[in-house]
């Protein structure tokens, strides 16, 4: 089956690892263009909280972009940590905050590692790579009474013209493995149901067009149930090929959907223990 080497490919943390080693290097660069609107969002967000130099634990922290824009925001921050699987991405976030504490692992792990409790947990772009359902209870139990987390996600709406090219082909985006939001109200829901309150959210659409066919093939790769579409057209891992084949979709027109939402961890919420038997 022509779909199930991409679901290993996502449950193994090490491929996950390689492949974010690759793309390091070039990663402000590819991403920057959504990553402005986004930030401008996350701002928008965390300059409502109440908070003086808070303490942040950055999920899959990857080059550290967020916590430049935290310690803009809150002027000082306190106790910061950034967990990410690849080596690579740690080493640029580290050089660009030193004072990180950073920890090369999979998020799921984490509690293993940090014994501090935190006022902020950032998990943006994370999730289609760890189960929610698993990591919610670790970071509720990393997150002090009132704390909060900060939510960015990629919606399973996206890229409507690429679902178009694929489903003929046999492209299924509801069955990737790990969560991929169907809608805002869906991650809404899930944030609710795990004892998160929303104190904000925006959900935006973002035009993207890629002029390269090579740019397109990166940014793909990442993109978790996208990547099933280069399996599909038999270029997955051969960017030549699909630069190939594919060099007429260019310049590639579509859209990404990305709910950004901040949640408070509520009193009332569901203790660790509960939520770990959920
Ligand atoms: C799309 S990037 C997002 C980086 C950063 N949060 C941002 O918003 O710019 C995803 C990051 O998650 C990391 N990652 C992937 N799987 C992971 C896992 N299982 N545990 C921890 N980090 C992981 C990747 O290495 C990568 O740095």
């Not at 978790?224 to 060099?247: H, V």
């Not at 859209?255 to 509520?266: D, N």
Request: glycine letters at 8%; a negative charge; one cysteine or more.
């Amino acid at each position: 089956m022509a779909t199930s080497s991409i679901y290993q490919r996502k449950e193994d943390e090490t491929a996950n690892s390689e492949i974010y080693d690759q793309i390091a290097a070039g990663y402000d660069n590819d991403y920057g263009r959504i990553f402005k609107r986004v930030k401008h969002e996350i701002e928008i967000q965390l300059s409502q909280l109440p908070l003086v130099s808070p303490s942040i634990i950055d999920v899959g922290t990857g080059t550290g972009e967020n916590i430049l824009l935290a310690e803009n925001i809150f002027g000082s921050l306190n106790e910061v940590y950034g967990i990410d699987i690849s080596h690579k991405m740690l080493e640029i976030a580290k050089e660009k905050y030193p004072p990180m504490q950073i920890v090369q692992a999979s998020a799921l792990t984490m509690s293993n590692f940090i014994h501090h409790k935190a006022d902020v947990v950032f998990i943006h772009f994370l999730l289609s790579y760890v189960s929610i359902d698993k990591l919610l209870p670790l970071v509720a139990g990393l997150l002090k009474p009132d704390g909060y987390i900060s939510v960015a996600s990629s919606l399973l709406s996206s890229w409507p013209k690429g679902q178009k090219l694929g489903i003929p082909l046999g492209l299924s985006p509801s069955s990737a493995k790990h969560y991929i939001p169907k809608s805002s109200q869906e991650l809404r829901s899930k944030m609710t149901n795990f004892g998160f309150k929303e104190v904000d959210s925006i959900e935006i659409r973002k035009r993207m067009v890629f002029d390269s066919i090579d740019d397109g093939y990166r940014f793909g790769f990442e993109q978790g149930w996208i990547y099933q579409l280069f399996e599909l057209l038999d270029c997955a891992g051969n960017p030549e090929k699909f630069a190939k084949d594919w060099s007429h979709i260019i310049p590639y027109d579509d859209e990404i959907h990305i709910h950004i939402g901040l949640y408070k961890k509520s009193k009332t919420g569901k203790g660790r223990e509960e939520l770990l038997h959920l």
